[in-house]
């Protein structure tokens, strides 16, 4: 049985990964507000300031 190995990736690579990653969670939250606007929802959005 092989162990596997965590090789770290050069920073170019894992960033690009991070910044898709954003992208990706962006787009997502840009859709869940849509949704919650059309079916009339109130939108609540923490603030980290009053924690």
Same mark, same amino acid.
């Given at each position: 049985?092989?162990?596997?190995?965590?090789? *770290?990736? *050069?920073?170019? /690579?894992? /960033?690009?990964? +991070?910044?898709?990653?954003?992208?990706? +969670?962006?787009? /997502?939250?840009?859709? +869940?507000?849509?949704?919650?606007? +059309?079916?009339? /929802?109130?939108?609540?959005? *923490?603030?980290?300031?009053?924690?």
């Amino acid at each position: 049985m092989k162990k596997e190995t965590n090789k *770290p990736q *050069p920073v170019e /690579e894992s /960033e690009a990964a +991070l910044r898709a990653e954003n992208e990706r +969670l962006r787009m /997502e939250n840009a859709y +869940l507000k849509k949704l919650q606007a +059309l079916r009339g /929802e109130a939108i609540f959005v *923490p603030c980290s300031r009053f924690i």
